[in-house]
């Protein structure tokens, strides 16, 4: 991937090109602080995350979305290669996504044609449709790397949202309490991928580092910048967007939230008409 140190363009606004099969239309922007996605991250996605692609892993996520979806349509911002959407998809609902990076909607595409991606930033990015779904899984939200950025996702997200639709969020707590100042934490020490992060505390600015493992022994280095958010500061974010809280679990599975948890799965719903 590549590693930016300021915003960067992208793109332009509206190209129409990049809009899936049969949907969804929309509007793509690419004006973003996020880093890009490039080929060669994109076609080693799969194998170097597939501890994600377990089925403990992915049946919890896909059942509670498809529960949360109910008869109507899920909308996935970095959707990435479909790792949650094709499960999803499978169980019925009809699942589309915005994702940034041309080279993963490329990967998802040759997996799935019936999953329709617009290539955009999912803090600006509008497709058509309404959904009772949007979500936005494994940290990705972090992916955008300014305050202003993430609140704009949430608008994005509640724009997106039929009404009394949620939004839900998988993302990680902040870990502070093991970062040691001026150090690296492992966060994935597996076969295939070994990921060390490190963080500044005052910016909330993070860089995760990823090593590679590959078949023919070789190692490869890769970098992705993130802003973290705490989970409160989400909950600000969903107020400012117009929507109100609903659930916070540890994960997908519903276990509670509590003070050790590393991670959470929270839920916010756009207010049903009156
Ligand atoms: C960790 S991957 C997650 C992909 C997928 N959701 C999953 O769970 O496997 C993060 C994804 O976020 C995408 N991304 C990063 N910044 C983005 C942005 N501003 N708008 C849309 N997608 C973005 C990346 O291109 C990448 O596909």
């Not at 606004?13 to 949907?23: A, E, N, S, T, Y």
Request: one cysteine or more.
């Amino acid at each position: 991937m590549i590693v930016t140190d300021s915003c960067v363009i992208h793109g332009q606004i509206g190209h129409d090109h990049d809009v899936g099969p049969g949907g969804p239309v929309g509007e793509a922007a690419w004006v973003t602080c996020s880093d890009l996605w490039d080929t060669e991250t994109a076609a080693g996605y799969d194998r170097a995350s597939e501890f994600m692609f377990a089925p403990a892993v992915l049946d919890p996520a896909a059942r509670f979305s498809a529960d949360l979806a109910g008869d109507g349509a899920a909308l996935e911002f970095a959707i990435g290669t479909g790792r949650v959407a094709i499960p999803l998809a499978d169980r019925g609902v009809p699942a589309s996504g915005i994702e940034l990076s041309q080279p993963m909607a490329d990967q998802l595409r040759r997996k799935r044609d019936d999953i329709p991606v617009l290539v955009g930033n999912m803090a600006t990015s509008r497709v058509s449709g309404s959904f009772s779904l949007v979500r936005v899984v494994w940290n990705s939200i972090g992916n955008l790397r300014t305050q202003a950025e993430q609140v704009a996702c949430f608008r994005d997200a509640a724009h997106h949202l039929a009404p009394g639709g949620r939004f839900v969020v998988e993302l990680w707590v902040p870990g502070i309490r093991r970062f040691p100042p001026g150090q690296a934490v492992p966060f994935h020490v597996g076969r295939r991928h070994t990921g060390f992060d490190t963080y500044d505390l005052t910016t909330q600015q993070g860089t995760s580092h990823h090593y590679r493992h590959h078949p023919d022994g070789t190692v490869t280095y890769s970098a992705s910048n993130f802003r973290s958010i705490w989970p409160a500061e989400c909950d600000l974010m969903a107020q400012l967007a117009g929507m109100t809280f609903e659930s916070r679990a540890a994960d997908w599975q519903g276990s509670p939230f509590t003070n050790d948890s590393d991670s959470h799965v929270s839920v916010w719903r756009k207010p049903a008409e009156t």
